[in-house]
């Protein structure tokens, strides 16, 4: 008689019919809530891919482009944040209590594998999808780097080929590492409601309050204007005269929002409608963008009497916003896209900064509100009695290169006149 020996199944655990994890389950609502964390890449292996031209029922559709970008924000920053992740699901799952705290039972939570599909989405699917990009994107370009890497060690191509293409596999590896490492926390909320989920969704979207431009602009240090924006500031023109936390100004005693100096800084960066892409980024020296934006600064200064009174403290803003174009973020935008063409050391001709201060100067007798002047009327960049320029890209980047022409060929004849 032939005698079979148990086989020992304890490490097999493909076979196993649910993933167990360590979790909490406590009560938020009235509905219970299972808290664990997953590791980055089990994110794409366990939970459903967000389709982009399929909206899941009860939420937003996804942007496929915003979710990318987070993707690749994991990849590249070592220090990356994340909030929870939020499903919903009905309650399909184990859950064996070791441990209860103030109501807070704390133990290991098993889902079934042939309900993983039961698990949807609440809150943060361009985060989900991004995961699932991310992953798909290190296996393809490993893969690629990898057959370069043969092919290069098979023609004999030189050691600084090999050792560039190897860099790049240990980087893409280093990539794959820490999304299998690194975690991110997942809550699970039971509910399996439609009207209740929807409901859900809409509370979490008007509960979130939202950071500003002028917020982000202050704290993600990561952009090098932002960095730049702390010195900006400190000019005497802005000292003082800037809302720090809001994307509007609030009062009559500044002159604009932290948001608006960024985008100025910006302009004076790059000129007026160009991003600041990854290479300039970490090109530009946030030294010199803070002295060629006070030089900017200054110059406004210099040419406009009205600013120079209120760096003096003897005008406010708050007159300047109702009597001049100078009043808008949006036309001051547009003037510090046009000195960064001027005087632009790339440019043909670069004009100095005496020269553009003759220029702006010019424009004083033009600059009274409301808007009436053919001046401007003509540009179709303003609307009849408006108090500033359209504020779309495509407006400013037409009105700053129409009074860039106006520097180098004299303002249009009627005007000059």
Do not use: C
């Amino acid at each position: 008689m032939e005698v079979v020996e148990e086989l020992d199944t304890q490490g097999l655990t493909g076979y196993d019919t649910h993933d167990r994890y360590f979790a909490s389950r406590f009560i938020q609502g009235g509905r219970p809530v299972f808290s664990l964390d997953l590791p980055l890449a089990m994110v794409a292996l366990t939970l459903p891919r967000p389709d982009p031209d399929r909206p899941t029922p009860g939420n937003r559709i996804v942007d496929a482009k915003h979710a990318a970008d987070f993707g690749s924000y994991v990849r590249e920053k070592k220090d990356w944040v994340s909030p929870a992740l939020m499903l919903r699901a009905p309650d399909v799952f184990e859950f064996e209590k070791k441990a209860e705290v103030n109501g807070a039972r704390f133990g290991v939570l098993g889902v079934p594998r042939d309900a993983r599909a039961d698990l949807r989405i609440l809150d943060g699917q361009h985060r989900i999808l991004g995961l699932h990009l991310a992953s798909e994107a290190i296996a393809s370009e490993l893969e690629e780097k990898r057959r370069l890497a043969a092919s290069a060690r098979r023609n004999g191509e030189t050691a600084e080929v090999i050792e560039l293409l190897e860099s790049e596999i240990a980087k893409l590896q280093g990539q794959r590492t820490r999304l299998s490492n690194e975690r991110i926390s997942v809550q699970i909320i039971i509910e399996d409601e439609q009207e209740a989920y929807q409901q859900m969704f809409v509370d979490i979207a008007e509960n979130a309050k939202g950071i500003t431009k002028t917020l982000q602009s202050r704290f993600d240090t990561r952009k090098v204007v932002n960095r730049a924006l702390a010195e900006v500031v400190k000019h005497p023109l802005l000292e003082d005269r800037v809302e720090l936390q809001l994307d509007r100004v609030k009062s009559d005693s500044q002159l604009l929002a932290a948001r608006h100096v960024a985008d100025i800084i910006r302009a004076i960066a790059v000129g007026m409608g160009h991003r600041i892409s990854r290479v300039r980024e970490e090109e530009l020296d946030q030294r010199w963008l803070v002295r060629r934006s006070n030089q900017f600064f200054n110059v406004l200064v210099q040419s406009f009497p009205i600013l120079k009174e209120i760096e003096a403290g003897t005008e406010h803003p708050g007159r300047l916003r109702k009597t001049s174009l100078l009043g808008s973020a949006t036309f001051l935008r547009v003037l510090a896209g046009v000195y960064h063409d001027l005087t632009d050391k790339d440019a043909a001709t670069p004009m100095s900064d005496d020269d553009v201060v003759d220029f702006f100067g010019s424009l004083i007798p033009h600059l009274d509100l409301p808007v009436t002047e053919s001046l401007w009327l003509d540009t179709e960049v303003f609307e009849p009695n408006a108090s500033a320029p359209k504020a779309r890209g495509g407006d400013m980047y037409r009105l700053g290169k129409l009074i860039g022409g106006w520097a180098r060929d004299g303002l249009p004849t009627a005007a000059a006149a």
